[in-house]
């Protein structure tokens, strides 16, 4: 479950920073909006990999 936050973290800080940087945002702003949609991606995919392990699992029983 680590590795699936891990990997929405890293997803949103670079979808975060690209969408950013194309604005053409300064870096202060490009890091602290890279780093909330981090936040946000980690927890929905946390989230999403845990509704899908639940489904997985009752879909064997």
């Not at 870096?27 to 639940?54: H, Q, T, Y």
Request: aromatic share 14%.
């Amino acid at each position: 479950m680590k590795l699936i936050m891990v990997l929405g973290g890293v997803i949103g800080f670079g979808i975060g920073m690209s969408f950013s940087w194309a604005q053409g945002s300064s870096w202060p702003a490009i890091l602290w909006r890279s780093a909330v949609a981090a936040l946000v991606a980690g927890i929905l995919l946390r989230w999403w990999g845990r509704l899908w392990l639940k489904c997985l699992s009752e879909s064997e029983r």
